[in-house]
């Protein structure tokens, strides 16, 4: 199939930066959404030109490196997938693709489709771990019973890939889906409870000054999110933030 | 206090959760006129002249409000600014709703009809009560409803405003149990509960202001 690709080229995190169209001839319907991005890549090097930057990592929709809007949606119009898993066979000969990095405040754009989402590195480290000691006398994890809807709980947010497609879907460009998911992962376990206060209180304060939106329930983050994370998420966070407030 | 955006976000839950309330209590009293205007007389006068109501009713209704759409307008500003640059193309209807979307451009609306509302009959009432200190006669409130709803003009405005805040709370209402972190096996079932109220109460205010106009065109 032929297809015209409308993508926004911008040089450097602080260039203007503008929509450029590219037209694709001889598309597979089995070529998955980056592989079709690497043929107009190849014919732009070929040509002397400067290939469209975009990130990705391991291809199968695990890393959640491969963040792009594609008409309108983070990942394009299929659910529960990453872009990698995207394939053109969800597009029609003749189509016309909007290609746009994710927008957010919190998430500036680098070059051309790349964003730096080191912001949701930083709400990790603000608090996302469990203080344990690993030198030498570390006590084996299933030593400590959990119960099962709890382990299976904890283990469906742990799941998250940090993709930032929640951010990318939301109206306030809001991270509650990955942070609420991040604290969920340790809020459901005997393990995590000890620091539980002081994690949903950091990540919370470090997700603000970060410059994310707060959270109107629209729901667009679970609908996008390729893991399926579950809103619920947010209620815990919630839940967890006001334990937290009257504890302190 | 209130720096952190979930605490924001809970008092505007509350806040909503409080004018949720008032509006059922408001809407008992006025589908009266509807049914007989001696009973909407009688729960008028209590309403207008019980110290408790007065005093200490009123002025945290008032807060309330208040606090609600100020709130409103902080959290707004503040979220418009994590995507200073917004898309090109944005495909948002494909995973939520208008109504979820844009609770601030259905609370503008509704603040500007508060404003009518508040000039149509709460001005006037201060002033006949506090200012012009007349005798509070129990059967002016039917007349004066009445009257009102003459204007087919004002009946109109009535109606797109409670449409408008039939959006507010049908994304509003259950999204407040969320925001205060109540998500389980009830929540569906209350789900339910909030779509009928966000619909059925609007609606019956437009039903009691249609129904005041026509019924007075037909005498
Ligand atoms: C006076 C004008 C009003 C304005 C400007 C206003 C504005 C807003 C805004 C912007 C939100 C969303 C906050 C967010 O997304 O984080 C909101 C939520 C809400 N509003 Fe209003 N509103 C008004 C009146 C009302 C009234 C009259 C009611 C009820 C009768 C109401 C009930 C609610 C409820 C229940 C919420 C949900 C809170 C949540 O999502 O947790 N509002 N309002
Ligand atoms: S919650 Fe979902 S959409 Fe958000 S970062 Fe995690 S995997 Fe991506
Ligand atoms: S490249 Fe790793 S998830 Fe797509």
């Given at each position: 199939?032929?297809?015209?690709?409308?993508?926004?080229?911008?040089?450097?995190?602080?260039?203007?930066?503008?929509?450029?169209?590219?037209?694709?001839?001889?598309?597979?319907?089995?070529?998955?959404?980056?592989?079709?991005?690497?043929?107009?890549?190849?014919?732009?090097?070929?040509?002397?030109?400067?290939?469209?930057?975009?990130?990705?990592?391991?291809?199968?929709?695990?890393?959640?490196?491969?963040?792009?809007?594609?008409?309108?949606?983070?990942?394009?119009?299929?659910?529960?997938?990453?872009?990698?898993?995207?394939?053109?066979?969800?597009?029609?000969?003749?189509?016309?693709?909007?290609?746009?990095?994710?927008?957010?405040?919190?998430?500036?754009?680098?070059?051309?489709?790349?964003?730096?989402?080191?912001?949701?590195?930083?709400?990790?480290?603000?608090?996302?771990?469990?203080?344990?000691?690993?030198?030498?006398?570390?006590?084996?994890?299933?030593?400590?019973?959990?119960?099962?809807?709890?382990?299976?709980?904890?283990?469906?947010?742990?799941?998250?890939?940090?993709?930032?497609?929640?951010?990318?879907?939301?109206?306030?460009?809001?991270?509650?889906?990955?942070?609420?998911?991040?604290?969920?992962?340790?809020?459901?376990?005997?393990?995590?409870?000890?620091?539980?206060?002081?994690?949903?209180?950091?990540?919370?304060?470090?997700?603000?000054?970060?410059?994310?939106?707060?959270?109107?329930?629209?729901?667009?983050?679970?609908?996008?999110?390729?893991?399926?994370?579950?809103?619920?998420?947010?209620?815990?966070?919630?839940?967890?933030?006001?334990?937290?407030?009257?504890?302190? | 206090?209130?720096?952190?955006?979930?605490?924001?976000?809970?008092?505007?839950?509350?806040?909503?959760?409080f004018l949720v309330f008032?509006?059922?209590?408001?809407?008992?009293?006025?589908i009266t006129s509807v049914?007989?205007?001696?009973?909407?007389?009688?729960?008028?006068?209590?309403?207008?002249?019980?110290?408790?109501?007065?005093?200490?009713l009123q002025p945290i209704?008032?807060?309330?409000?208040?606090?609600?759409?100020?709130?409103?307008?902080?959290?707004?500003?503040?979220?418009?600014?994590?995507?200073?640059?917004?898309?090109?193309?944005?495909?948002?209807?494909?995973?939520?709703?208008?109504?979820?979307?844009?609770?601030?451009?259905?609370?503008?609306?509704?603040?500007?009809?508060?404003?009518?509302?508040?000039?149509?009959?709460?001005?006037?009432?201060?002033?006949?009560?506090?200012?012009?200190?007349?005798?509070?006669?129990?059967?002016?409130?039917?007349?004066?409803?009445?009257?009102?709803?003459?204007?087919?003009?004002?009946?109109?405005?009535?109606?797109?405003?409670?449409?408008?805040?039939?959006?507010?709370?049908?994304?509003?209402?259950?999204?407040?149990?969320?925001?205060?972190?109540?998500?389980?096996?009830?929540?569906?079932?209350?789900?339910?509960?909030?779509?009928?109220?966000?619909?059925?109460?609007?609606?019956?205010?437009?039903?009691?202001?249609?129904?005041?106009?026509?019924?007075?065109?037909?005498?």
């Amino acid at each position: 199939m032929k297809l015209t690709l409308k993508i926004w080229r911008q040089k450097n995190a602080s260039a203007k930066g503008a929509f450029k169209n590219y037209n694709v001839e001889d598309v597979d319907g089995d070529m998955s959404f980056l592989e079709m991005l690497d043929v107009l890549n190849a014919d732009l090097i070929d040509k002397g030109e400067e290939p469209v930057e975009f990130d990705h990592d391991c291809r199968e929709g695990i890393c959640g490196s491969c963040n792009l809007q594609i008409n309108g949606r983070p990942h394009g119009p299929k659910r529960h997938i990453t872009t990698c898993q995207l394939h053109m066979r969800s597009f029609n000969d003749g189509d016309t693709i909007v290609i746009e990095p994710f927008r957010a405040t919190a998430f500036p754009v680098i070059k051309d489709l790349v964003v730096d989402r080191s912001a949701f590195d930083r709400i990790q480290q603000a608090g996302g771990y469990i203080s344990v000691n690993t030198s030498g006398n570390t006590i084996d994890a299933n030593s400590i019973p959990v119960e099962k809807e709890n382990a299976d709980e904890a283990f469906n947010s742990a799941t998250c890939i940090g993709c930032g497609a929640c951010v990318a879907a939301c109206v306030n460009a809001s991270a509650m889906l990955f942070t609420s998911a991040k604290v969920s992962q340790f809020a459901l376990l005997p393990q995590g409870e000890v620091e539980a206060s002081r994690r949903v209180m950091n990540m919370v304060e470090q997700m603000d000054k970060e410059g994310f939106g707060g959270c109107s329930n629209t729901g667009a983050c679970y609908i996008e999110c390729p893991k399926d994370i579950s809103l619920e998420n947010i209620a815990r966070i919630n839940r967890e933030y006001l334990k937290a407030s009257v504890e302190s | 206090m209130l720096s952190a955006s979930i605490a924001k976000k809970v008092a505007m839950a509350l806040s909503g959760l409080f004018l949720v309330f008032f509006l059922a209590q408001h809407f008992t009293i006025n589908i009266t006129s509807v049914i007989d205007p001696d009973t909407f007389n009688e729960w008028s006068h209590f309403m207008g002249t019980n110290p408790l109501v007065q005093f200490v009713l009123q002025p945290i209704l008032i807060f309330g409000v208040v606090f609600h759409f100020i709130m409103g307008i902080i959290i707004e500003l503040k979220n418009n600014k994590a995507r200073q640059k917004g898309y090109a193309k944005y495909a948002g209807n494909k995973n939520s709703s208008w109504a979820s979307r844009n609770m601030i451009i259905s609370g503008a609306v509704v603040l500007a009809f508060l404003g009518l509302h508040f000039y149509d009959f709460w001005v006037p009432e201060m002033i006949y009560k506090y200012v012009e200190v007349n005798e509070a006669l129990e059967s002016r409130y039917y007349p004066e409803l009445v009257h009102k709803f003459e204007d087919p003009i004002r009946v109109l405005i009535y109606v797109v405003s409670f449409v408008l805040l039939m959006f507010h709370l049908w994304h509003g209402f259950s999204s407040s149990f969320q925001t205060m972190g109540w998500n389980n096996k009830f929540s569906k079932g209350l789900q339910g509960f909030t779509k009928v109220y966000a619909i059925a109460i609007p609606a019956g205010f437009i039903f009691i202001a249609l129904y005041l106009h026509f019924n007075q065109l037909s005498h």
